[in-house]
């Protein structure tokens, strides 16, 4: 299957400061990237979705200031988590899809970023 | 408003039997779903898709069932291995396609020698 893959995989920082997480397609072009979060033994949410060329959207309740996207190319998307707090901590992870018609569609996801803040 | 639930936390099935996972949703505007695995500090893994247009898809060891008038859908696995012993996810989206998904909860999946 595609690859997506992040960097880094695993971020400690204080609070305050920023944390960019990049995400990319490693083998096919991606229009759309999709940006969820996973808090311990929950499920993942739909945070943004992110737009090359345009702005990302963001699903009701997340701050778009707070969690900047952005898509300057076709393979890659940034996420900067700006003046971190310790709520901030969670497991993010990006994903793209790969749209084969029917049921090829899937999405693909990176293999996650576990975010501390301290 | 969880709008994809797995009602089955965890699901423990003997090496070789058959594993089923269900999945409920709420919104009749979903038309696409997804079964994905996951391993702690690891993104999903895609298994197997379904459309609504279809009450079934078989790939491999995995089938999707898709019942749209109970709003339900099941993943079977046959037969179970140990390596398969994860979480598993049902993601629905209402664009008919792989996009903006939502998550069910997760059922955690044992599968014992």
């Known amino acids: 299957g595609a690859v997506v893959s992040q960097h880094p995989s695993w971020v400690i920082c204080k609070s305050g400061t920023s944390v960019k997480i990049e995400c990319r397609s490693l083998?096919?072009?991606?229009?759309?990237m999709f940006w969820y979060r996973q808090f311990p033994k929950q499920s993942l949410m739909l945070m943004a979705t992110?737009?090359?060329?345009?702005?990302?959207?963001?699903e009701q309740g997340v701050e778009k200031d707070k969690f900047l996207i952005n898509h300057a190319s076709l393979t890659l998307s940034t996420l900067t988590v700006t003046s971190a707090h310790p709520e901030d901590s969670s497991f993010y992870i990006c994903s793209a899809p790969q749209l084969a018609g029917g049921e090829g569609d899937t999405q693909y996801f990176g293999p996650g970023t576990r975010l501390t803040v301290l | 408003d969880q709008q994809v639930k797995q009602n089955s936390p965890s699901l423990s099935v003997q090496e070789g039997r058959i594993s089923i996972l269900n999945c409920d949703y709420t919104?009749?505007?979903?038309?696409?779903f997804l079964w994905y695995k996951k391993y702690p500090a690891e993104g999903p893994t895609f298994l197997i898709s379904?459309?609504?247009?279809?009450d079934k898809n078989e790939d491999g060891r995995f089938t999707v069932f898709l019942n749209k008038s109970a709003k339900h859908l099941s993943l079977h696995i046959v037969p179970s291995q140990p390596g398969d012993s994860a979480v598993y996810f049902c993601?629905?989206?209402?664009?008919?396609?792989?996009?903006?998904?939502?998550f069910g909860t997760g059922t955690r999946l044992q599968v014992t020698l």
């Open positions: 083998d096919f072009q991606a229009t759309t």
């Open positions: 993601a629905a989206s209402a664009l008919g396609t792989a996009s903006k998904l939502t």
């Open positions: 379904i459309s609504s247009i279809k």
């Open positions: 919104n009749s505007m979903f038309d696409y």
């Open positions: 992110s737009n090359e060329g345009s702005k990302a959207t963001y």
